[in-house]
């Protein structure tokens, strides 16, 4: 099913901004209202829409004030502006500041009709296959790696997913698959490291009846039940070695023979597989198969920690609780700005799993409607007490401090070589150890005018 665009509708004006809400609902939108340029900010803080309606003479903040925050606030959301004091100087004076378009009251129908479609069509290319619905950002992080996702799920080839733990890897290899040709057929995951060797086999290239003790019926495994679709390994680093030869030989012929089976079958399935353990450097030990990275690596998307996009974190949360209101009776209607503020500030080791899991445990524990910070407290201090290791500590620490200096750099790796005091060749092998690409910071360069 697919999303309906949200719009923002500013207007100090209450009987228009209802009329006019009106309108839009049944035109088929979403629509949220602010009566000040500051409550529409304030709603900004938590949500994202796709567009942003504003009258353009409001009291407190004008409409070109609104529009001036929100393009330093919120790069990339289109602000069309709307007046009953229309005319030419403040038609151009709106246009060349960069707001997308001006419409004078009354509001015509049609022209209404054709200017938000345009503004949605620069602000939702994607909208059409609602591709990315799943990933809740308004993160530049999120939404550059999304806008690479979007450029490769076309494309027939590996894809690599890395990131910490709970950072989302399963949800961006699924925007994958339906931004992709096979979107029609099945999308399946498995898990590489959550069975014994033997089972992980069997469900890998399947078995046939009497393949191993207890296989009373023929079983496809996931290569042949994906056919058409994609399938995503997950923990691809927990593979052993033999089972590493035995992906490596049916990625390379596009085909499995089952345990038991006298022959093969063809495949025909997308692999895209996802790990947070650092597989360079298990290469260089000898644990995994270099010949099989490359064919796994042909693309790697590496997904920020939740630190990394806090920004995104009030959003999450709020997403999560309403997710969790539809699937259950909850008296919880919110949270407190202090208990948001409490969220936004803590470290989330375990990322966006940690904060989805602290989010179901408050709602769980809530005796009141508002979630208070207080609640939150205990809460969090029990997951404080999951203290990461060393080596995952330090581990981390490098991730970061990689991305920062590259950003620093826009992705020049000599410069950033020289900041880090590592000569190239030790500096790509950091890159590769954290599946960092210095390439995507050069394309977050705005172009030159």
Not at 67 to 77: A, E, N
Not at 377 to 391: R, S, V, W, Y
Request: glycine content about 8%; proline content about 4%.
């Amino acid at each position: 099913m697919k999303r309906k665009a949200r719009i923002l509708l500013v207007d100090d004006d209450v009987s228009l901004l209802k009329l006019l809400g009106l309108r839009l609902k049944s035109e088929g939108f979403t629509v949220e209202t602010a009566a000040s340029g500051a409550e529409a900010l304030a709603w900004l803080e938590q949500e994202r829409p796709d567009l942003v309606l504003s009258d353009l003479r409001m009291d407190g903040m004008d409409g070109l004030a609104l529009f001036d925050r929100i393009q330093r606030q919120h790069v990339g959301l289109p602000v069309v502006i709307m007046t009953a004091h229309g005319s030419i100087t403040d038609a151009v004076s709106a246009t060349r500041s960069g707001v997308f378009g001006f419409l004078t009251k009354p509001i015509d129908k049609e022209a209404l009709r054709k200017t938000i479609n345009e503004a949605l069509a620069v602000s939702l290319p994607a909208m059409a296959d609602d591709w990315q619905q799943r990933i809740m950002t308004r993160s530049p992080i999120m939404i550059a790696l999304l806008e690479q996702a979007r450029r490769m799920a076309p494309l027939d080839i590996s894809v690599m997913l890395t990131g910490p733990s709970g950072s989302g890897k399963a949800l961006m290899a699924q925007a994958l698959h339906e931004a992709s040709p096979r979107q029609e057929y099945p999308f399946m995951v498995l898990n590489c490291g959550a069975m014994t060797e033997q089972l992980l086999e069997s469900e890998l290239f399947g078995h046939v009846k009497g393949a191993f003790a207890g296989a009373t019926s023929d079983h496809p495994g996931v290569f042949l039940a994906a056919k058409g679709g994609s399938l995503l390994l997950e923990e691809v680093g927990e593979l052993t070695p033999r089972l590493q030869s035995k992906l490596l030989q049916a990625l390379a012929q596009q085909e499995v023979r089952p345990l038991g089976a006298t022959q093969s079958s063809a495949t025909d399935v997308r692999v895209l597989s996802s790990t947070n353990k650092d597989l360079v450097t298990a290469m260089e030990q000898g644990e995994f198969r270099e010949d099989l990275f490359y064919r796994l690596n042909v693309v790697n998307l590496n997904l920020p920690s939740l630190r990394e996009r806090a920004e995104d974190i009030p959003l999450l949360a709020r997403h999560a609780l309403e997710q969790l209101k539809t699937r259950q009776s909850t008296q919880v209607t919110g949270f407190s700005p202090e208990a948001l503020s409490m969220l936004a500030a803590a470290e989330w080791p375990g990322n966006v799993r940690q904060l989805l899991n602290v989010v179901e445990q408050a709602v769980a524990m809530a005796s009141a409607p508002v979630i208070a910070p207080q609640l939150l407290e205990g809460i969090l201090a029990g997951a404080d007490d999951q203290f990461p290791t060393f080596n995952e500590a330090r581990a981390e620490f490098e991730r970061l401090y990689l991305h920062k200096v590259l950003r620093m750099t826009e992705g020049n790796v000599s410069q950033a070589a020289g900041l880090a005091g590592r000569n190239r060749t030790d500096f790509y092998k950091l890159l590769g150890r954290h599946g960092i690409e210095a390439g995507t910071y050069k394309e977050k360069r705005a172009p030159k005018s």
